[in-house]
């Protein structure tokens, strides 16, 4: 069995940073393709950053426009685990963030498709606001 589980999120004052985890157990972090997704009620989830199928830590990285410079995504493929990195927070990044995992390669690629994810963490809350 696939579960995903994220942990780290919480309240920051605009510009503020925080780092999101994202636990991959039953398969190889190394082996799917990872993306991070954020949702607001009454709006369609987003995806934030992604990270490709790949042996090397850093992967090949995609990053939805309003969060490239300002977030860092990353795989330990020794704790299993992705991070996401998010400095420079604005109050429009409020939301759930959740981490999915796909077996296709291709799901990295922008722009990022929940449709493409096979398997959902239950999401942790960030919230910037001064």
């Known amino acids: 069995e696939v579960r995903l589980v994220e942990s780290g999120g919480g309240s920051v004052q605009p510009g503020g940073s925080l780092t999101l985890s994202c636990a991959v157990l039953?398969?190889?972090?190394?082996?799917?393709?990872v993306g991070w997704f954020r949702h607001v009620p009454g709006k369609k989830r987003v995806g934030v950053a992604a990270i490709e199928i790949d042996f090397n830590p850093e992967g090949s990285p995609s990053y939805r426009d309003s969060t490239r410079g300002r977030f860092t995504i990353s795989r330990d493929n020794v704790q299993n685990t992705v991070i996401l990195r998010m400095s420079s927070l604005k109050p429009e990044d409020t939301g759930m963030y959740y981490c999915?995992?796909?077996?296709?390669?291709?799901?990295?690629?922008?722009?990022?498709?929940?449709?493409?994810?096979?398997?959902w963490g239950q999401g942790t809350q960030v919230t910037v606001s001064s």
């Open positions: 039953g398969i190889p972090v190394s082996s799917v393709a």
């Open positions: 999915a995992a796909s077996e296709n390669g291709g799901a990295y690629w922008l722009p990022l498709e929940p449709t493409d994810y096979k398997y």
